[in-house]
């Protein structure tokens, strides 16, 4: 018994003893990103560790001579290279392929000045998937980054703290006596961020569905979530044609959750959601001109979405709106809300006649420039691809060339939009004209001859108001708490707006269809939870939070790939998205001090040797056990 | 087991056994057969059956070795040209590599 104990209390102190050593060898960082893996029909994209991580000796790069010292003269690599974002370019990532480096660690300094641009899309957003091909360099400072398989991990912090530790670290082992670095312990990190798919969607799609094996390793997933629609009126027999009001719903950057997409989507969301409660306000009567608003989701992997929706439209499978299927042919102009903001406003118009009353409102309400024949990459290129002739208006902040700097880069965020809701600007009331304006012009399409109250208006500036906070600062913000189940807590962050996989849910997505619902639709007071739920109508928070039964005309539907459900479709044909996302087991990475290359073989030698000596011993020991211990025995 | 202390029918008898079921696609036990049986094959004085167990110990080593050169010559082939047979060499596979073509 007393053996017993004893063990227990060995073992005890052992593994406690074991905990503090790990902690005293390594530290852990927390509040990283990780570049991911992802993959189309033909290439593999992002990044990846080794299985069991991948390790370097740390060395900042600040400038052209750090390079060419890593280049020439570096001994003792592999090295970790640490970057800030002006270094942070293909050309010098690419320079680090030829070199011993096994990893590269972004950081920004957030209490220094924002890099001027810095944008990881192509100079050609979805180049591949727009219908016609393009050209054009919309996006002037798209460095493609996120178009290519890098050969190492890479990942992002900029938690001050933690990089002071990091740079603490480096100054007082690595830096001194550069030239001898070899011959000494330096400090070195460890990232882990080992993807399982490789080559392509379609072989690590194939192989996770493998049928030989019961219980296949999943390698990959497709990209994809929902979109979400609400039709202004139910569409009846009587609708002769549809004006679909757009906009993408996503966005993108290189480092996990960290998409905040604000000046590329989110202001184009809120200028949608307002909108569309513009309308439901102004009780617009539809009678053979119904007006669709849709938020597309994965846009920005090839028009996921979009494609999607033109997909389910042309075969006649697209039930999302209540009542009857909407065709294709039914839809008569597509209106996509672009990148918004405040300034100068483009209408890139395709098939428009330049007296369409629709097209000289918004030019002369909103002093717009318009652009005749252009389409930007954006959703309406899905529309264009599968029917040229259809009418396409792009409402933007851009001409021929972005405005914003960090188009689908993880700096897209509110500083970017030099926006916080503790100070006045004029974002949301350039939002809130441009919704008002465009609501005002469908309202007369659909409502001839009728004047639209102007009671609403200030409303409107109030909800813009309050929507951008929701997206840019924290959702944890009065809207979202609202179109939640009462009790909700809701993260207290930025929602991250990037796409994600079709199998998990995608709380930007959900919150802002809930939201939709909870603008656009009817709420019934008197109904209590459980008669609320009866009638299959949604119980949500309200804004008093208290619970409230609404019923929704807004609904969701599937943004998967036709790619993806099209039977033994070519997914190197190029016709739809085939984005897929790799499978990961963990993200992380810590820093230690890793012994010179000497200390290393040497430790390595002694515990050969010691095994050896010890198999000799018991050899001797075996061979000479008659001698040993037969007079033991004999006592 | 030990040999040795077998009588020599006995010996032939498992010699003869162990070649035989080798053709049924258990290449391992030639090489068993072959090894094990080697010192009474070929090193103890001469006895009546050991003529026969020569004979099966000299063929079981012959079907190990050419067994062995085919099976590491497949491993070799696969592994070096898997990538490049791609679709094809997916079918075969049972287990796939994580994070490589």
Same mark, same amino acid.
């Given at each position: ?19 503090? +050593? ?250 949608? +959601? ?327 073989? +040497? ?33 | 087991?030990?040999? !040795? ?6 010996? #032939? ?52 070795? #050419? ?12 592994? !070096?040209?898997? !990538? ?8 075969? !596979?049972? #287990? ?6």
């Amino acid at each position: 018994m007393r053996c017993l104990l004893f063990m227990l209390l060995f073992a005890a102190i052992g593994f406690g003893a074991a905990q503090k +050593l790990r902690d005293m060898m390594y530290y852990d960082f927390h509040g990283t990103a990780a570049c991911f893996r992802r993959h189309n029909g033909t290439h593999q994209f992002g990044c990846s560790s080794s299985r069991s991580g991948s390790v370097g000796v740390i060395q900042f790069v600040e400038n052209e001579d750090d390079i060419v010292w890593l280049e020439k003269n570096a001994t003792a690599g592999p090295y970790m290279i640490v970057l800030t974002f002006d270094m942070f370019t293909m050309k010098t990532l690419k320079r680090f392929e030829d070199v011993d480096v096994n990893g590269v660690l972004l950081y920004r300094n957030t209490s220094l000045d924002r890099p001027t641009s810095y944008s990881p899309d192509d100079s050609c957003p979805n180049r591949y998937s727009g219908y016609t091909t393009c050209n054009e360099s919309w996006n002037p400072h798209g460095s493609s980054l996120l178009l290519q398989d890098w050969p190492f991990p890479m990942f992002y912090i900029e938690d001050n703290e933690v990089l002071e530790n990091v740079k603490d670290c480096y100054l007082r082992m690595n830096v001194h006596d550069r030239e001898k670095q070899n011959e000494r312990s330096l400090c070195a990190l460890e990232m882990k961020s080992f993807m399982f798919a490789a080559l392509n969607s379609e072989s690590c799609l194939k192989r996770g569905s493998s049928n030989i094996l019961y219980h296949p390793t999943l390698f990959c997933d497709p990209i994809g979530d929902q979109n979400i629609h609400w039709p202004v009126g139910p569409m009846s027999d009587d609708i002769k044609n549809v004006i679909m009001v757009i906009a993408k719903l996503d966005s993108n950057s290189m480092y996990d959750n960290l998409v905040p997409g604000a000046g590329s989507t989110v202001t184009a969301i809120v200028t949608l +959601l307002a909108t569309a409660t513009y309308l439901h306000m102004l009780n617009a009567t539809i009678s053979d001109t119904n007006i669709v608003f849709s938020l597309l989701n994965g846009e920005t992997m090839d028009y996921i979405g979009s494609s999607r929706l033109v997909y389910d439209l042309k075969e006649g499978n697209f039930d999302a709106l209540k009542g009857k299927t909407l065709k294709l042919e039914q839809i008569s102009s597509v209106i996509e809300l672009g990148q918004l903001g405040e300034g100068k406003i483009y209408l890139h118009s395709k098939n428009v006649k330049d007296d369409n009353p629709l097209l000289t409102t918004l030019k002369n309400e909103l002093k717009a420039d318009v652009l005749n024949n252009s389409v930007p990459p954006v959703s309406v290129q899905s529309f264009l691809k599968e029917n040229s002739a259809i009418e396409t208006l792009v409402i933007a902040n851009h001409g021929e060339t972005f405005v914003n700097n960090y188009y689908n880069g993880l700096l897209d965020d509110a500083e970017a939009l030099d926006y916080s809701s503790n100070k006045t600007t004029n974002l949301p009331s350039s939002l809130a004209n441009i919704a008002i304006t465009l609501g005002n012009a469908l309202y007369s399409i659909t409502n001839p001859g009728s004047k639209p109250s102007t009671e609403n208006i200030t409303l409107i500036e109030k909800l813009v108001t309050e929507l951008l906070p929701c997206y840019l600062e924290s959702a944890r913000c009065t809207l979202f708490s609202a179109a939640s189940r009462p009790g909700t807590i809701l993260p207290n962050q930025v929602l991250s707006l990037y796409t994600g996989v079709v199998r998990s849910d995608n709380a930007a997505t959900i919150l802002t269809g809930q939201l939709l619902g909870l603008l656009t639709g009817t709420t019934y007071p008197e109904l209590n939870q459980t008669s609320c739920l009866e009638k299959h109508f949604l119980w949500m928070a309200g804004y008093n939070l208290t619970g409230v039964c609404v019923e929704a005309t807004a609904n969701f539907s599937q943004a998967k790939s036709p790619a993806f459900i099209i039977e033994n479709y070519d997914m190197k044909s190029g016709k739809y998205s085939t984005w897929t996302e790799s499978v990961w087991e963990n993200l992380g990475m810590r820093m230690f001090l890793k012994p010179s290359y000497k200390v290393e073989v +040497l430790s390595l030698g002694i515990g050969i040797g010691v095994s050896l000596f010890t198999a000799f011993i018991v050899w001797r020991i075996k061979a000479n056990a008659d001698r040993i211990f037969h007079s033991v025995v004999n006592l | 087991m030990d040999l !040795t202390k077998l009588p020599n029918e006995r010996k #032939l008898y498992l010699c003869k056994w162990y070649f035989y079921a080798g053709f049924a696609l258990l290449p391992f036990l030639w090489a068993v057969n072959a090894i094990w049986f080697f010192k009474q094959a070929f090193i103890v004085p001469a006895y009546e059956e050991q003529k026969l167990i020569k004979k099966y110990v000299i063929f079981s080593g012959i079907g190990a070795i #050419l067994s062995a050169s085919l099976y590491i010559s497949w491993i070799v082939v696969f592994q !070096t040209q898997r !990538t490049h047979w791609g679709e094809f060499a997916d079918s075969i !596979t049972y #287990l796939y590599p994580a994070g490589s073509p």
